[in-house]
């Protein structure tokens, strides 16, 4: 199916469903605005993320992947929270093997009432992906 | 990925609140015509008991085999519907839901990139429902027994607790006789009750129990099995005696010690700890010599913690009590963290309790035989004080009991970064361990009063209740699940999993492949990611699933 | 002609061995200016052999050398670049040249030098080479072949008396006395304290072991907090650290031959050792103010 | 169990300019255990291939596989219609896997996408250590059970060198000094008698290179 393209750029959000995905919600609730280029994924703890997921993404042409989890110490699973960051880090660095910046993958943490933490992240991640599009070389 | 689907689609306009400035209708009119999509409706309500029935019915006449939902967030609906569509027959794992209330309608406020945004995740929702697979339910017997590892009073009463409960309770005890500390404190906080009274009571409502199996001398050598059946060998004397146990409750509570380098002194006969002096107020014959001056000191090391608060607030007040002396107690600021603690404090001071607060830690020396503490009080301005005192009450730092770390690794249950028992989520789940059925109550995991430890033992039992009460619980069979002929027995899943729900098991009496435990997974999909030969697969969070919510992300 | 150094070694002197350091290249002028200078100052002058990994000058060539204008050298060996063939046929060489004493080491690691991707032989070890060399004075090679005509060395080998922990680095020094190693090198000492103990424990267990102690210059106090981060078995105590860092600008060379020379000195004086083993390491050109301030 | 680790991407990419259709081939016994070359490993440096290509333009058909032991020549026949349709194949076995392949497909170039380093042992998650060197004179039995000639970066035998450092090695402060290792086992045993034993230099051609064992036929 063909779905119109979402305003430039492509943004996954993997979220927590203990925390970012609430999160989400909590900004849709408080009626903070932020991009609407985000897509959220949900997922059953940061540690469910892989690498390959992150990698994937870009091979779909997505611009920038967000991995957003619970603050550290407090994730349902010990260290699923510290998990995503270590594997966020090394899609940074596979990425960065293929040419691809690793900035435009990054790992964050929040509470699951943090509505406008989340929307400043949707919005800080939107602008720095734009600002990596434009610094890429054009043609 | 099945050929042939009936996808059922169904959208929520919240009441007409979404649809206002939307035509829903647009929308639908897009939907019906991907493939494999049998029936869009449209309502308005869908969480209201018509709309859910007239679901139901659409579900069945139409034949729909996966369901996806656009409404409001998963963390509300999910649950219901899944009831919903079980109830028409469906299993309840082959639903997706699209957030476009929270994260679509209410969060963008340009309609237009609003609807544009519902219906790229409803077609990411419709992508992940090709992919969906039944998880079925399975039942497992539970062992309705419970060990509670500890008698102090703790462990007595979550004992107690289990048996109103009727639950067959097992409690060990490592030494002679069950109470711990209370068969050695002097007086209690916040009741005002004789320590050995109060234990006496606990110990007649003890012994009255059928269902209760106190056991002394009593230490615990390991335990297999999983949460619902556990299997213990406690050692008791020369015998070993090996029980089954549904759930297990750590009630160990904490040890003291007084730390010399931290004071940069020894004790003696006139530098004392608290465990030295109870004593000599329980039996105040046994003292030779009444002292004239008694002083408390606190926080010389780290910052004191509420036991050794209360220890030193119990014991001023005893020691006034008792021998009349004078009494000062030195700290760097007294912490009091509720109303009772406040009043207790101030009952102190009423009492002639003197409070002395320092910012340098007081120098201390010996002097013909008395002590001399030099400090500056900050209340005073920093007025340096010289207080000659006749017997110095130091501070003593709760540990972990001995074995903790023994038997936090034989279990493979955390510790946290002093050494007690680490619980799963501190803020959500104060009494679970980060293993099922493995549970925390009292001092062994926290820093707590008597009051604190008795309401930890009657949550614990409830918790070890809601687990076993039925004889058997209802889980989701092999949600998460490793093909034992791609698992190469690597053991990073059994190293990963952080509720240790993974065990090594034999196929065929032949190879050995890792087995996930359904009734102590908890569903983080860690083990999922870890596995280097892509071997275990979580159902309602595949890799195709969320691959295929990726695949509709470009335009 | 020089003193051989085994009779030295039998002497009641207090001995005094200097390191030279061959150059990197061919051009030997300071490396022979170095040798005439203290030929005749010390009892005899150690060679080193690539040291710290880094690839030089042979030390066979440079021992030829010091034979050559009158010194006594000492021939170091590492078991790091060279295989037990190529051992033995320097040795038979060395000897042939009037080489008569060689210092058995096992090596430095060679990613610590200049040629980091290189093999590191090690086909034997330290104690094994002191074996070889016995076993080719009793007139065999290491394959039990008989040898035309033997040789015959003063064989050293080196001992960290600041080793952590000391206990294996003990069972080593007492497998090489066994050996037959006839004078020790230490590594660089600073605390005489600890050296003494450590000086019980080898006149506990053989009264006649020659041990020279080893004396590395120190050029700054900054040098001083280096090695005692950055060099295994070396430790520098505070005082002298301290002491290093009174010097003015410029002046840490005059501190350093100031303190090596008063270290010297206690050494001799309360005859803690049996001799010493100056290490320059650059500055050969200060072995005679060092020996100057220490009375020698 | 052997150790592997992947070469860095520029080095595969290298190898592998001009190619339209690769096989990146994975081997599901040792390297899957060390996480370097199994079903997972293969399926992120397939989708690192395709996306550095992408980059550059082109679209490349990478296809994607893996077998139970990359070192045995029947289960790596079973691939033979995978090989055919590529131009070339990315092994991420050990050196045994790659010359498997590269023996059974003598048409096709195969090339290694993994470094070979070591047999060793798992020490906590994510984390190996080399502790054979496959020396083929075993040597345990005098060291209480830790191999010098591997722990010992230079393989010493009769004690450490001067360079323990708080027991450390001299030369990467991270690891042991195996002498340091050794010296406490045995004290703990009672057994440091061995230690103050000589033992003569090693037989360095215990295995004649390449090793060959040939048993009698079971």
Known sequence: MKVQKATSPNIIAFCCAQSAYQAADAAGFMRLSYPDNIRVIRVPCAGRIDVLHILKAFEKGVDGVLVLGCHEEACRHLLGNIRAKNRVQKAKSLLQEVGIDGRRVEMFTLAPNQGPRFATIASEMTERIKELDSMKPQG | MDKDLKLGIFLCDCGGTLSKDIDFSLIKTKLDKLPDVTFVNIGHGLCLKAAREAMQKDIKDKGIDRVVIAACSPEFCENDFMNVIQAAGLNPYLLSIANIREQCFWAHPDKEKAAQKAIAQIGMAISKARFLEPVEQAEAPVTKEVLVIGGGITGIQTAIELSNLNLKTTLIEKEAALGGKLNRLASLYPIQAIPQELLATKLKQLAERQNIDALTSAELIDISGEVGNFTARIKRGKKELERNFGAIIFTTGYDTKFSNQAYGFELSDIIITPSQLEPMLMSTSEVKEIPGRVCFILDVGDEHSRVSTISALRNALGVRQKFGSEVSILCRNLKVDSATLESFYRDCRSQGVLFIKFDKPPKISNEDGRIRIEVEDILMAGQPISLPCDLLVVEETSVPPRDSDVLSSALNIGLGPQGFYQENNVHLYPTLSNREGIFFAGNCHADLDMMRALTEASNVALNAYQLLSQGKVTVEAERVAIDPGKCRFCLTCIRACPHHAIRDVRVNHEKMVAQIVDLACQGCGICTVVCPAKAIKFKDWSDDQILAELELVEG | MARPFKETLSSEKFIVTAEVGPPKGTALEKTLHDIDLLKDKVDALNVT??????????????????????????????????????????????????????????????????????????????????????????????????????????????????????????????????????????????????????????????????????????????????????????????????????????????????????????????????????????????????????GL | MIIAQRKPLEDIEAMLTGYKKLLVLGCGTCVTICWAGGEKEVAILASQLRLASKKDGNEPLTLEATV?????????????????????????????????????????????????????????????????????????????????????????????????????????????????LIYRRLDQQGRLDLMRKYYPPRNFQAVIRPGKIEALPA
């Open chain 4, 68 to 180: 139970e032991r990359q070192c045995e020549k029947e289960l790596v026949e079973a691939l033979k219609g995978s090989v055919q349709q590529v131009d070339a194949v990315l092994s991420t076995a050990c050196g045994a896997g790659v010359q498997t392949v590269a023996e059974l497909f003598p048409d096709t170039p195969v090339y290694p996408a993994l470094n070979t380093m070591f047999v060793g042992m798992p020490d906590r998650e994510g984390v190996w250590l080399e502790n054979c060197r496959t020396c083929g004179d075993c040597f345990l039995d005098r060291t209480g059970g830790i191999c010098p000639i591997v722990r010992c970066a230079k393989g010493l035998l009769n004690g450490p060198c001067g360079g323990t450092n708080n027991g450390k090695c001299e030369v990467d402060p991270e690891k042991d000094c195996a002498w340091t």
């Open chain 3, 49 to 294: 052999d690539n040291q710290s990994s880094v690839m030089r000058f042979p030390s066979l060539g440079t021992c030829l050398l010091v034979k050559e204008r009158g010194g006594e050298p000492i021939l170091q060996m590492t078991c790091r670049d060279r295989n037990r063939m190529a051992l033995q046929s320097d040795l038979l060489f060395a000897y042939t040249r009037g080489i008569r004493n060689v210092l058995c080491l096992t090596g430095d690691f060679i990613t610590i030098g200049d040629h980091k991707e290189a093999k590191a032989v090690f086909d034997l070890d330290s104690l094994q080479l002191l074996h070889t060399v016995r076993t080719l004075e009793s007139g065999t090679d290491l394959g039990g072949n008989k040898l035309d005509g033997a040789v015959e060395f003063c064989a050293g080998a080196t001992v960290t008396p600041e080793a952590n922990p000391i206990e294996p680095q003990l069972i080593k020094f007492e497998k090489k006395v066994q050996a037959g190693a006839e004078f020790f090198q230490t590594q660089a000492i600073y605390d005489l304290h600890n050296f003494k103990r450590f000086m019980k424990h080898v006149r506990g267990l053989d009264k006649n072991i020659k041990v020279l102690a080893g004396i590395v210059l120190l050029a700054s106090a900054g040098m001083a907090r280096y090695m005692n981060q950055y060099t295994p078995g070396v430790f520098v105590p505070q005082a002298l650290i301290d002491e290093m860092a009174t010097a003015e600008k410029g002046k840490g060379v005059k501190k350093g031959i100031e303190i090596a020379g008063r270290l010297i000195w206690q050494l001799r004086e309360e005859a803690i050792c049996d001799g010493v083993h100056i290490m320059a390491i650059g500055r050969e050109e200060v072995v005679p103010d060092i020996l100057a301030a220490s």
